[in-house]
Each structure stands twice: as C-alpha cells, then as structure tokens.
C-alpha cells in the first residue's frame, strides 16, 4: 500500500490514467460490482442470445425469416418466458466471467511488467488466454442452456424433420412440465447418450470461436481506443471512448468470427461429430448465405453487449481504484 501510494505522489500533477490498470483496484469493491454488472447486462440481452441460436439452427428459413420475425413468433407461441428459456443455466456464465476478467487483467499486467509486446498485442494475448479458462468453464453450461433454448420450437413445428433436428434428445418439453424437470432429463439424456464427454461436446469448436473473438475483441478495443485517444479533443470523456471502442470491437469481431459462432451451435445442439462435418453440412444448406445467417441478431446483441459490458467494467474499474488514483481518473 505504502508503495503503490508513493508510486502515486510521483504522478505529475497533470497526469491522467487513460487505462486503470489491475494493481491500481480494489478487488473487494471490484468482483461483486463486475458481477452484478455482467448478470444485469446478460439478462437484458438475453433474448437476442436465444433468437440468435435458434436462427443459427434453422435450416433456411424454415421458421423464422429474421431477428423481428423470430422475437414475434417466440413471444406470441411461448410468452415472455420463452424468450428466457435457459438463462438460469447460461446465468452462470457470471461465475466464469470473474475468472476470466482476473486472467486477463493478469496477463496482461505480467507482460506489461515485462515490456513484452505493444498494448494491442498484450490485450490479444491476454484475451486468448482468458477465453480457454472461461470456455473451460462454461461450456458444459452453454450445452444445456441452448438444448433448453431450442425447447419452445417442438410445439410449433410439424415438420417431423425439423422436430428431430432441434429436440435430438426427444425430450418431453410440454408447458405442464416444470422447467427443473425439463432441465433434468436434459442431464440424464446427455448422460445416457454420450457419458460425461457429452457436456463438452464442441468443446475444440467453442475454443476456436470465442478464443480468437475474444483475442479479437480487446484487441480491436485497445486499437479503437488508441485512435479515438488520438484524435478526440481533452475534454471528451474518457468513457464515451471506451464505450464506443468496445461496440466498435464488437461488431468488428462479430463479423469476422460468425460462420465459427454457427458450427459451434450447431455441434452442440445438433450432435455433430465435427467442425468438418457442420461446415459441410451448412455449405451444403446455405451457401454463401452461411456467412450472414443470424448475423444481425449477433451484430445487435454483440454491439449492446459490448457497449452494456464496457459502460459497466469501465465505470466499476473507476468505482473501485484505490484512493490514491483517484484524482488522475479522468471520467
């Protein structure tokens, strides 16, 4: 403490922080702030995540022909709630998002220490290496919760083709049963189908989607912010730049990485047995219409989420720096 506080008074008095960097926070005031922060977010972008999945699982547009069109028909056949099918399960996401945000600001200070890399470089790495942690986490639960999220369909589809391609399992999703019990023959089946190694089916897709989206994305957010810093007259406030930097990031990566998004749905909620296999299969379905099958959903919730995420770890990082920083944070 005494050190960091002499670190400080060595400040020009001048001086403004443009990066709150993970030695300079309290941990304390941080982790239940980023974790309220991040379920707030994820609960009110929640449906663009299940819309998202069910268009990514479609063959053409058998059900839904777009985003609006999808939320209309899920709220008029399932009511508000079918909007949330599974979110108590992805919720947990939260979890894993306090060991990823711990990894990445770790890395990131160690190679920074090091004077290893640029800061764009040690935000992709750092990135990289969050996501496997998180993904490692995570993935038996994104598992469940999209088997969950494809539910709501088996009782507006009477197509027997389609029924099978998005209740694999055949499980009995009727509206009498409770979603616990839905949950658990969910558990069972995978377990009786495929063994523990079910859970993390798409396991290697997942990693090759969201490690380089992650890298990506605080690698574009550190490169948006470096140009905005730049070019943005001193009395702009620092976190409209974030906040534009991570929504730029977002939409950046979202295209970049939305064929990869599609496989990784599809393997796990379809059973494939590999990536080959699932991009075959969607060439063979779409075409070159692969590459923007349920992209405005993903550009939507990927832009509200990134502006949704940085708004609130950016504000919490300054909430919770130590006294001593305080006054060289510029809001």
Same mark, same amino acid.
């Given at each position: 403490?005494?050190?960091?506080?002499?670190?400080?008074?060595?400040?020009?008095?001048?001086?403004?922080?443009?990066?709150?960097?993970?030695?300079?926070?309290?941990?304390?005031?941080?982790?239940?702030?980023?974790?309220?922060?991040?379920?707030?977010?994820?609960?009110?972008?929640?449906?663009?995540?299940?819309?998202?999945?069910?268009?990514?699982?479609?063959?053409?547009?058998?059900?839904?022909?777009?985003?609006?069109?999808?939320?209309?028909?899920?709220?008029?056949?399932?009511?508000?709630?079918?909007?949330?099918?599974?979110?108590?399960?992805?919720?947990?996401?939260?979890?894993?998002?306090?060991?990823?945000?711990?990894?990445?600001?770790?890395?990131?200070?160690?190679?920074?220490?090091?004077?290893?890399?640029?800061?764009?470089?040690?935000?992709?790495?750092?990135?990289?290496?969050?996501?496997?942690?998180?993904?490692?986490?995570?993935?038996?639960?994104?598992?469940?919760?999209?088997?969950?999220?494809?539910?709501?369909?088996?009782?507006?589809?009477?197509?027997?083709?389609?029924?099978?391609?998005?209740?694999?399992?055949?499980?009995?999703?009727?509206?009498?049963?409770?979603?616990?019990?839905?949950?658990?023959?969910?558990? &069972?089946? +995978?377990?009786?189908?495929?063994?523990?190694? *079910?859970?993390?089916? %798409? $396991?290697?897709?997942?990693?090759?989607?969201? /490690?380089?989206?992650?890298?990506?994305?605080?690698?574009?957010?550190?490169?948006?912010?470096?140009?905005?810093?730049?070019?943005?007259?001193?009395?702009?406030?620092?976190?409209?730049?974030?906040?534009?930097?991570?929504?730029?990031?977002?939409?950046?990566?979202?295209?970049?990485?939305?064929?990869?998004?599609?496989?990784?749905?599809?393997?796990?909620?379809?059973?494939?047995?590999?990536?080959?296999?699932?991009?075959?299969?969607?060439?063979?379905?779409?075409?070159?219409?692969?590459?923007?099958?349920?992209?405005?959903? &993903?550009? +939507?919730?990927?832009?509200?989420?990134?502006? *949704?995420?940085?708004? %609130? $770890?950016?504000?919490?990082?300054?909430?919770? /720096?130590?006294?001593?920083?305080?006054?060289?944070?510029?809001?």
């Amino acid at each position: 403490m005494k050190k960091e506080a002499k670190m400080a008074e060595q400040l020009p008095s001048d001086f403004i922080i443009k990066s709150i960097e993970w030695d300079m926070m309290d941990k304390v005031k941080f982790f239940p702030l980023s974790m309220l922060s991040s379920f707030s977010v994820r609960c009110a972008l929640y449906p663009l995540t299940l819309i998202k999945t069910r268009l990514q699982i479609q063959k053409h547009n058998a059900i839904y022909t777009g985003m609006f069109d999808a939320y209309v028909k899920i709220y008029k056949g399932e009511g508000f709630s079918g909007l949330y099918r599974g979110f108590w399960l992805s919720s947990v996401q939260i979890v894993s998002g306090v060991f990823y945000i711990s990894i990445y600001e770790d890395v990131r200070q160690l190679l920074a220490k090091e004077d290893f890399l640029n800061s764009r470089i040690r935000s992709f790495v750092a990135g990289a290496a969050a996501s496997v942690v998180g993904q490692s986490i995570v993935v038996p639960f994104d598992v469940l919760s999209q088997h969950l999220m494809m539910m709501g369909l088996q009782t507006n589809v009477k197509d027997k083709g389609l029924k099978l391609a998005f209740n694999p399992l055949g499980i009995d999703a009727s509206p009498s049963r409770s979603k616990f019990a839905i949950t658990v023959d969910v558990i &069972r089946q +995978i377990m009786k189908v495929d063994g523990i190694g *079910g859970f993390y089916r %798409g $396991y290697l897709a997942s990693l090759s989607v969201y /490690v380089p989206n992650s890298s990506l994305w605080w690698g574009f957010y550190q490169l948006y912010q470096d140009q905005l810093f730049a070019i943005a007259p001193e009395w702009v406030s620092h976190l409209l730049i974030q906040t534009v930097s991570g929504t730029l990031g977002g939409f950046t990566t979202v295209v970049i990485t939305n064929p990869l998004d599609i496989v990784r749905a599809r393997m796990q909620v379809q059973r494939l047995e590999s990536m080959a296999l699932a991009f075959k299969g969607l060439w063979k379905e779409e075409g070159l219409r692969m590459f923007g099958k349920g992209l405005s959903a &993903r550009l +939507i919730q990927s832009a509200t989420f990134s502006f *949704g995420i940085i708004l %609130g $770890y950016e504000t919490i990082k300054r909430i919770s /720096v130590k006294e001593e920083y305080k006054e060289y944070v510029r809001w």
